[in-house]
């Protein structure tokens, strides 16, 4: 049990990734548009996702043979409590951040 906060936030990517998500919970992503928005590499994203996955704070799912897309897993209990505090903390985090900007 006290290793889950290492797998979600396993890196600093990886806490973009979550957050990305987090940020939109009801879109779907594929990993070229995870990149995108997130501005890391390609591979990085590629890298991240699967302990997100592995432990279903992100569902993926699969469109043909190559097609991946994933969406916050929002019926995990895991994800859900993670969601809720960031809801709770992101006025703090937004004030925190505009003051030192």
Same mark, same amino acid.
């Given at each position: 049990?006290?290793?889950?906060l290492e797998k979600i936030f396993?890196? $600093?990517?990886?806490?973009r990734v979550v957050q990305h998500f987090l940020d939109r919970p009801k879109e779907?992503?594929?990993l070229s $548009?995870?990149?995108k928005d997130t501005g890391l590499a390609h591979s990085t994203i590629h890298r991240v996702m699967q302990p997100l996955v592995d432990i279903g704070f992100v569902k993926e799912i699969r469109v043909g043979q190559q097609i991946r897309l994933f969406i916050?897993?929002?019926e995990e209990t895991k994800s859900k409590i993670i969601a809720d505090f960031y809801k709770q903390i992101r006025p703090f985090l937004e004030e925190k951040s505009r003051a030192t900007s």
């Open positions: 049990m006290h290793k889950l396993a890196s $600093r990517a990886q806490t779907f992503f594929n $548009r995870i990149a916050l897993e929002t």
